[in-house]
């Protein structure tokens, strides 16, 4: 009989030991739940939240499907030198961008620095100059040589320099202006089209077609 009881004892302490580790478990899992959904909130939110800056700026909807979304790339808006470009949300124009210039009358930055910063490539270099003006973006804005993608007639992309001159960061109801460099495969006398894409993201929003 003794034995017997011995036993239930035992099996209890075990049944209990059991129970504690299955709510520890238990209690993990949870715990690693909570932390999952908190992390997949925030990152719900932060998508939301880059994709309205992106709509805001191209004038788009982020609710559109990926076929419309191919469609506005291939229909982006086509511009001449002087031209400028417009972006906003509707009516409300936020960004205005233009390419006032893009050739090899080297300004004078490049002229005093010499070959140092055309980097042995000046006979393939281009130089484009660029008037930016925030409207109502509500922050600081400076175009980048990262949002700029050149391009010669066979589609070739031309290499940026390393080099901007002109890197003030408007607010809104300014207006600036900045140049840079980028350097094709082949000698720029012997392009006679090129093309300049403002691509602020994956999608282009304008192109700059330049004839010589």
């Known amino acids: 009989m003794k034995k017997i009881v011995g036993i239930t004892v035992a099996a209890l302490a075990m049944l209990a030991l059991a129970g504690c580790s299955s709510s520890s478990t238990s209690s993990k ?26 709509d805001e700026l191209s004038g788009g909807d982020s609710s559109a499907d990926s076929s419309s979304s191919t469609d506005k790339s291939d229909s982006a808006e086509t511009y001449k030198i002087g031209q400028e470009a417009d972006f906003g949300n509707g009516s409300k ?8 210039a893009a050739d090899q009358h080297w300004n004078a930055f490049a002229r005093e620095q010499g070959d140092s910063i055309f980097e042995g490539k000046q006979p393939n270099t281009v130089q484009v100059q660029i008037k930016y003006t925030n409207f109502a973006l509500g922050e600081s804005y400076l175009p ?5 993608n050149v391009y010669d007639e066979n589609g070739t992309a031309a290499t940026p320099l390393d080099y901007q001159e002109g890197q003030t960061e408007v607010t809104d109801g300014h207006t600036g202006t900045t140049t840079v460099w980028y350097v094709f495969d082949k000698p720029f006398s012997q392009i006679k089209k090129f093309t300049i894409e403002y691509v602020p993201d994956d999608t282009p929003l304008a192109t700059w077609t330049i004839s010589k």
């Open 29 to 54: 899992d949870a715990a690693t739940i909570s932390s999952l959904k908190k992390e997949n909130k925030k990152l719900t939110s932060d998508n939301k939240k880059y994709k309205k800056m992106f």
């Open 144 to 148: 980048s040589t990262s949002e700029l």
């Open 93 to 100: 124009k936020q960004l205005g961008l233009t390419i006032t």
